[in-house]
């Protein structure tokens, strides 16, 4: 396991790879990594394009701990395109069940890649910024960078 903590807009980030593939990235200020890895230095770099505005997908090996239900969750996350914005109903109803909305909403809020795996694309009923593992400013913050439209209410 390697972990690299890095200055970025959104404050101190962490990621962490394990055997080749990113498990983790946190937005904890307390944690202070330095280790280094290929996969680590790619990651670091696709995030630093991302927020220069040269990169709209990241193309990295992950592998986020959740359960089956989780993953299929977050993979419906990496399907919402860089300045879009999707619902939890939205999500549900791609996902065959309307009535997980709160199940998907919980699944999102688990996700332990954000901005890489992008939660922070999901809003509530109409526009409404519910909740993020890194704030709600950070939050708005992603979305104004990608150019999402937000109806505030």
Same mark, same amino acid.
């Given at each position: %396991? ?9 404050? *101190? ?10 498990? !983790? ?10 280790? @280094?890895?290929? /996969? ?5 770099? @696709? ?6 505005? !040269? !990169?709209? *997908? ?9 359960? #089956?239900? +989780? ?12 300045? #879009? ?6 999500? #549900? !109803? ?6 997980? %909305?709160?199940?998907?909403?919980? #699944?999102?809020? +688990?996700?332990?890649?954000?901005? /890489? ?7 509530? &009923?109409?526009? &409404? %910024? ?7 400013? *950070? ?15």
């Amino acid at each position: %396991m390697n972990s690299k903590s890095f200055h970025s807009p959104l404050g *101190r980030l962490t990621l962490t790879e394990i055997n080749g593939e990113i498990v !983790r990235l946190s937005f904890d200020e307390s944690l202070d990594f330095s280790d @280094q890895s290929s /996969i680590i230095s790619k990651a670091e770099e @696709q995030l630093n394009d991302y927020f220069l505005g !040269r !990169r709209k *997908r990241f193309d990295l090996p992950l592998n986020p701990e959740g359960t #089956a239900f +989780q993953k299929n969750v977050w993979e419906e996350l990496e399907k919402i395109p860089f300045g #879009a914005t999707s619902s939890y109903g939205e999500l #549900a !109803r791609k996902l065959g069940d309307p009535k997980k %909305m709160r199940a998907i909403g919980a #699944a999102n809020g +688990q996700n332990p890649i954000p901005i /890489i795996i992008p939660c922070h694309r999901v809003v509530g &009923k109409d526009g &409404k %910024m519910i909740g993020f593992s890194g704030g709600v400013e *950070r939050k708005i913050k992603l979305l104004e960078h990608e150019g999402a439209l937000l109806a505030f209410g």
